[in-house]
C-alpha cells in the first residue's frame, strides 16, 4: 500500500521558517519524481515544487523560487521542503505527492500537513 505521511508543518511569523518532511513508503520511491502540492483556504491546489529521482533536477513555481528548496533522501525514502521568508499567502494545507509521469498529474497524496504564517 502506497503511504505518504507529511510532517512539520506549524505556525510561523512573516519572515520565518519551516521545514517538511514526507515518509514515503509502499512502492520503490527512487524511481519516482516526488512534488509538493498545497491548498490554501477557498482555493484549488496549486503545485508547489517537483523533485526527479535522483534529486539533481528540482522545479519550482514561481511564487516560490529562491525561498523554498525541495530535496529528498532515497536511502530514507524521505522527501523535504525547506521554506523560508514565508509569507501570509503560503498559509495552505501542504501535500506531498507522488508523480504519475505527466506533468502536474499525481496519483498518490499524503494527508497533508499544515502551513500557517501569521503574526
Known amino acids: 500500500e502506497v503511504q505518504l505521511v507529511e510532517s512539520g508543518g506549524g505556525m510561523v511569523q512573516p519572515g520565518g521558517s519551516l521545514r517538511l518532511s514526507c515518509a514515503a513508503s509502499?512502492?520503490?520511491?527512487?524511481?519516482?519524481?516526488m512534488s509538493w502540492v498545497r491548498q490554501a483556504p477557498g482555493k484549488g491546489s496549486e503545485w508547489v515544487s517537483r523533485?526527479?529521482?535522483?534529486?539533481?533536477?528540482?522545479y519550482y513555481a514561481d511564487f516560490v523560487k529562491g525561498r523554498f528548496t525541495i530535496s529528498r533522501d532515497n536511502a530514507k525514502n524521505m522527501v523535504y521542503l525547506q521554506m523560508n521568508s514565508l509569507e501570509p499567502e503560503d498559509t495552505a494545507l501542504y501535500y506531498c505527492?507522488?508523480?504519475?509521469?505527466?506533468?502536474?498529474?499525481?496519483?498518490?497524496w499524503g494527508q497533508g500537513t499544515q502551513v500557517t504564517v501569521s503574526s
Open positions: 505527492a507522488r508523480d504519475e509521469g505527466d506533468p502536474y498529474e499525481w496519483d498518490y
Open positions: 509502499g512502492f520503490t520511491f527512487s524511481t519516482y519524481d
Open positions: 523533485i526527479n529521482t535522483a534529486g539533481v533536477s528540482t
